[in-house]
């Protein structure tokens, strides 16, 4: 569509819940910092809620990426279930078996019980996730909170986080399921965006997608504003209608006619003259037939050109000589190898890049082979800036021209060039290229500290607090400060809070994954680096 007209190396407004695009204003960032604490606490339940499209679904999948390794989920998005289907679709999501055909409430309690039990005695915890909660009858919630009876002397052996619409707050107040609601630990409802948080929230996305100038311009933050009422989801469907129509006439951002004009298109006449009459409700009952639009126009104005593939980049010479040619090599699969092999050859490739010999042979995956030798695996899905800024070399999954999928370990980054390993072949190949064929999904290997256990909250007491004050201690130039009072106190506490917002990751002061990558490489470390001098 419109992504090559304006530059950019994704959809800025995509309604799909991706964490990456999670703008962190005040709220959002309450809502996450409280369900982390729930999590981490000892309680059996923590509630999200929040209107139509407010971003909980969002949220919550910024969570998994803060959860210890770990940790067990199950998400259950259908919420009209009932009680056996409930507790079936839990043993699905958690992989546990029960016998084929049962419709015993027993089988399953007996059987989920068993499971967390040995859950638990692994070092393992397990999360139910409840999407739109608001909708589930007071007998399933009342078997969920039956559910979380059992209990160790300091824990809960379950834990459900509840998301919803206001509703779910109502249902809560109600006699028959007051026990449930004494059991909720945290709990945070998400309002819509400020006036002035709009267009943070616009620039944000517009960033992470790869824009590199101004598409809406100031003075259109205030009528996006009054059109979206300031929810998430109503925002980027105006935004991604209003960069269509941009696109469409040519232009090089968005002006205010474009911006009214994909309004009326999103809300349809009628609707724009009572928007700012209505309340939010009305906002979100008109959503569903907000989001069947939106594809519509999406096949009007799909116009997207053909992307090219080129392997030949042009280096940057003085003004006066004539530019020379750099010659890449390819980054395609080898044609003589099964694509099925390029996962592990590409584990293989970056157990070396550590010194290490993949052990296939003795069984295990290589994540749990590395453990051993104090190094973790950290794999999700990021973009590829917040993935070069980690500086470790990765196992990333790209795709050829026809859509199949293989994997290939980035070793190193020099400039517009990188060395990749790609069926056990070194290869010099454009940057670019990678951009342009790379999925988000990476893994790569990281050092933990000694006597890691996991992330490290406010409060916990942990050996790893002197190797943190080292490292502050080396990144600030001055001495260590006596650590023989093992404890993540208040001080510690805000100076990791202003490293993690100097460094551009989620300042709520907890130490994890890459909080610690963080410090190494600030501190200085021997782990194999993607740039011996990382660019920022």
């Known amino acids: 569509m419109y992504k090559e007209h304006f530059g950019l190396r994704e959809l800025p407004f995509s309604i799909a819940p991706d964490p990456r695009f999670l703008y962190l204003g005040d709220q959002h960032r309450e809502a996450l910092a409280h369900l982390i604490y729930g999590i981490n606490s000892e309680g059996g339940f923590v509630l999200l809620t929040g209107e139509v499209g407010t971003g909980k679904t969002t949220v919550c999948r910024c969570l998994l990426e803060q959860l210890p390794e770990q940790t067990d989920i199950a998400f259950i998005y259908n919420p009209k279930l009932t009680v056996e289907e409930l507790l079936a679709s839990i043993c699905d999501e958690l992989r546990i078996s029960y016998p084929e055909g049962t419709k015993s409430i027993k089988v399953f309690i007996d059987t989920i019980n068993s499971y967390l039990l040995e859950n638990f005695s692994k070092g393992r915890k397990t999360v139910i996730i409840l999407e739109e909660a608001q909708n589930l009858s007071p007998e399933v919630l009342e078997e969920i909170r039956l559910l979380t009876n059992l209990e160790t002397n300091r824990q809960k052996l379950l834990q459900v986080i509840m998301v919803g619409q206001p509703e779910l707050r109502d249902m809560l107040l109600k006699p028959e399921l007051r026990q449930l609601s004494q059991r ?238 790609v069926g056990g072949e070194l290869r010099n190949v454009d940057l670019q290229e990678i951009k342009k064929r790379r999925h988000d999904d990476y893994l790569i290997l990281w050092q933990i500290p000694p006597d890691y256990k996991g992330i490290l909250y406010p409060g916990d007491r942990s050996p790893v607090i002197a190797w943190l004050e080292n490292k502050l201690a080396a990144i600030q130039g001055r001495k260590p400060l006596d650590t023989k009072n093992p404890v993540y106190n208040e001080i510690l506490v805000n100076q990791i809070k202003k490293f993690q917002q100097d460094e551009g990751i989620p300042s709520f002061g907890f130490v994890g994954p890459r909080t610690i990558i963080y410090l190494n490489n600030k501190a200085g470390s021997d782990e194999p680096k993607l740039m011996k001098k990382r660019e920022a």
């Not at 709009?198 to 504003?225: C, K």
């Not at 750099?326 to 550590?354: C, G, H, N």
Request: aromatic share 8%.
């Open 184 to 421: 909720i630990t945290a709990r945070y409802h998400l309002e819509p965006l400020k006036k002035n948080e709009v267009g943070p929230y616009v620039n944000y996305r517009l960033e992470t997608a790869g824009a590199n100038s101004i598409l809406f311009p100031g003075s259109l933050m205030d009528h996006i504003y009054r059109f979206s009422k300031g929810i998430p989801r109503l925002i980027n469907l105006i935004c991604d209608r209003s960069l269509l129509g941009a696109y469409v006439q040519g232009k090089d951002c968005v002006d205010k006619k474009t911006l009214l004009k994909a309004v009326r298109e999103v809300f349809g006449e009628h609707d724009i003259r009572i928007r700012d009459r209505k309340s939010l409700k009305w906002a979100a009952l008109i959503l569903l037939l907000i989001v069947c639009g939106a594809g519509l126009a999406a096949v009007y104005y799909n116009r997207e050109p053909k992307l090219i593939n080129t392997r030949q980049a042009v280096a940057s010479k003085p003004k006066e000589a004539a530019p020379a040619i750099v010659q890449f090599d390819t980054i395609e699969w080898p044609s003589t190898l099964p694509v099925e092999r390029s996962k592990s050859m590409a584990y293989d490739a970056l157990l070396k890049e550590w010194g290490l010999t993949s052990q296939n042979k003795s069984g295990g995956t290589a994540c749990e082979q590395v453990v051993a030798k104090g190094l973790r695996c950290l794999e999700g899905k990021m973009s590829f800036d917040k993935l070069i800024r980690l500086n470790r070399p990765a196992v990333i999954k790209l795709g050829d021209e026809n859509g199949r999928a293989y994997y290939a370990a980035l070793k190193t980054i020099n400039g517009a060039s990188a060395q990749c390993i």
